[in-house]
Nanobody, 129 residues
Framework: EVQLVESGGGLVQAGGSLRLSCAAS????????IGWFRQAPGKEREGVSC????????YYEDSVRGRFTISSNNAKNTVYLQMNSLKPEDTAVYYC??????????????????????WGQGTRITVSS
């Protein structure tokens, strides 16, 4: 059974940091790209970042580039999202998801959510001003 389990959400003040984890099981970790997405109340789901555990390639949306860092621990089948300098507009439910692939650089659209096959249940982040 495929599972993606997010953890690490919570309440933080603006300017603070959080680290999210996404633990994957039930599929070959190296054969998938793991992405982070978020959805704020009343807004559409948007991509945040993704990583290939196979070649280490990464991609970030402009809104988080320079503040967020995605990484992968292949021994633990876990992907992390380190979020620094958090802003109130980062408030959302964050999801991790998996799509087949060995490199982010070959994707024309690395963070199209409908191209991801498996999804976690989400973890909520609230950034207070």
């Amino acid at each position: 059974e495929v599972q993606l389990v997010e953890s690490g959400g919570g309440l933080v003040q603006a300017g603070g940091s959080l680290r999210l984890s996404c633990a994957a099981s039930g599929f070959t970790f190296d054969d998938y790209v793991i992405g982070w997405f978020r959805q704020a109340p009343g807004k559409e789901r948007e991509g945040v970042s993704c990583i290939s555990s196979s070649d280490g390639s990464t991609y970030y949306e402009d809104s988080v580039r320079g503040r967020f860092t995605i990484s992968s621990n292949n021994a633990k089948n876990t992907v992390y999202l380190q979020m620094n300098s958090l802003k109130p507009e980062d408030t959302a439910v964050y999801y991790c998801a998996a799509r087949p692939g060995h490199s982010v650089v070959v994707f024309t659209t690395p963070l199209n959510w409908y191209e991801y096959d498996y999804w976690g249940q989400g973890t909520r982040i609230t950034v207070s001003s």
